[in-house]
């Protein structure tokens, strides 16, 4: 049974700082693409970042970009997000995903599995 365990989530003042952490278990880790999305009160998720599995290709969605930093550790099984100088529009839950291609998880339309989120409150 594969399963995601989001947690680092938190409520912080803007300007500061998180670190959200994914624990993955029942597959096999660094061949999958991780992720990470996010959903606002009231708002659709969205995509944030993705990482390969040997961990050479990233992206970001633009609104992030300078701001947060996706890692992965692959002999932990883990995956990060390190987010930094945060806006109360960064709010909402994040939420882990995996699947099989950057563009695929990107688009959400081929994530094979999620997370259950984690909730993130930025402060003005």
């Known amino acids: 049974q594969v399963r995601l365990v989001e947690s680092g989530g938190g409520l912080v003042q803007a300007g500061g700082s998180l670190r959200l952490s994914c624990a993955a278990s029942g597959l096999t880790f660094n061949a999958y693409v991780m992720g990470w999305f996010r959903q606002a009160p009231g708002k659709e998720r969205e995509f944030v970042a993705t990482m390969s599995g040997g961990g050479s290709i990233t992206y970001y969605t633009d609104s992030v970009k300078g701001r947060f930093t996706i890692s992965r550790d692959n002999a932990k099984n883990t995956v990060y997000l390190q987010m930094n100088s945060l806006k109360p529009e960064d709010t909402g839950v994040y939420y882990c995903?995996?699947?099989?291609?950057?563009?695929?998880?990107?688009?959400?339309?081929?994530?094979?599995?999620w997370g259950q989120g984690t909730q993130v409150t930025v402060s003005s």
């Open positions: 995903a995996a699947g099989d291609t950057s563009r695929g998880v990107r688009a959400g339309s081929q994530v094979r599995y």
